[in-house]
């Protein structure tokens, strides 16, 4: 959302291609060491820029996926590649593989790997570059696609909005941009081929449309409009933190949607009484495996740390148009009320058990209520029940604390909804 009016920044980025020598088969043991001293060299920049945002933990865990490291090993021995070609091949499948999903989340996921593969090939070249060097003034960029790489390169505060040809609403650049209150636009076709480096451009996020060497007039209108939106945001500002209550006294609850901590603290600016949900599925899509007990309690403790309120967790809601890039759903007629949600937590005992266990040590940081997604049959919530039961019990021969006054929430079809005190 949002409007600008500045010169387009274009951002030219250097072509890596793997450069074409042949590989003796005594020396495959020296390839695969430049791929590991890669991976240390990228791991480093990675632990740096995961300082200033959660993207690059994620980035880091995809470094050192062992699958990964194999396709490029074997590349190497069974292809007879070289390194680079090697890391080309291995992370274009996957690129390929993320590419090709339904859902447009985890499309976007390809421009992560596009990143670490670009972060390998400088590596592995002894090159580095910049494209935003040469940006010296505030600037609108417009690019074919940005990694989150780039964001990091960048100077934000010369940037005025972002316009790219590739991306959507769930692109790392428009996660940016969100954050950055910065107006910007994805999936606008052919704008590299339209604008030119320095041309006066409107950037109109909300009306959707960018406008190329306006007139005077045209310009006047949206300088207007953009007084008139900075306007409306001080005074939603001066509102920040004034209690939702009606005239008549009755005071409503502002509750907020979160898929990571970053949402968390976007919106304590503005103020909230609550999580209302966390979408915990987020933490298993941005991933390369299922996400372990303990690297789920660290997010769900700081999420409630964070927050400071009540927080209520959804527990793994996939399936349907929610896939997985290491796990694989089985066809069906009607994927969105087959095998999904809580019929695969309650098949697959252990994933359920990982996230219960996380849940449950993170209520003794923070108020946690659990909400089972998707509930056909009672019967599927006395099973939820009787497997959080379990984990109550392992906790307590563990002596670990946890909130013994937990509440569980359910999402029914056909089943009554209830809550109760397990």
Known sequence: MGITIGEAFLVQKIQLFA???????????????????AVKAVLCELEEAAKTSDIFSAH????????????????????????????AEACNMYISIFENMQEEYMRDRAVDMKDIKERLMYSLKGISANPFAAMKESSIVVAKDLTPSDTIRMDKDKVLGFITELGGVTSHVAIIAKNLGLPALVGVTNVMEEVKAGETIILDATGKQVIINPDEETIQKYTEDIKTLEEEKKLLEKLSGVPAT????????????????????????????????????????????????????????????????????????IGGNKGLPYFEFEPEENPFLGWRAIRI???????????????????????????????????????????????????EEEDTAYDKKIKVGIIAFAAAARITNT
């Open 60 to 87: 880091m865990e995809l470094v050192k996926d062992i699958s990964l490291a194999q396709a490029v090993k074997e590349a190497i021995n069974g292809n007879e590649k070289n390194v680079q070609e090697a890391v």
């Open 345 to 395: 937590s309650l098949e697959r005992k252990d994933i359920f058990k990982a996230q219960l266990r996380a849940l449950l040590r993170a209520s003794a940081f923070g108020k946690i209520r659990i909400m089972y997604p998707m509930i056909i049959f009672e019967e599927e919530i006395d099973q939820a029940n009787q497997i959080l039961q379990e984990c109550k019990t392992e906790l």
């Open 19 to 37: 450069d074409n020598y042949v590989v003796a088969k005594d020396d495959f043991k020296k390839e695969k060491q430049k791929y590991d001293n």
């Open 246 to 317: 009606t005239k008549d006294g009755r005071h409503v609850e502002l509750c907020i949607n979160v898929g990571n901590i970053e949402d968390i603290l976007r919106a304590k600016n503005v103020g909230f009484d609550g999580i209302g949900l966390f979408r915990s599925e987020f933490l298993y899509m941005e991933n390369t495996h299922f996400p372990t007990e303990e690297e789920q309690f660290e997010v769900y403790k700081e999420a409630v740390m964070q927050a400071g309120k009540e927080m209520t967790v959804r527990t793994l809601d």
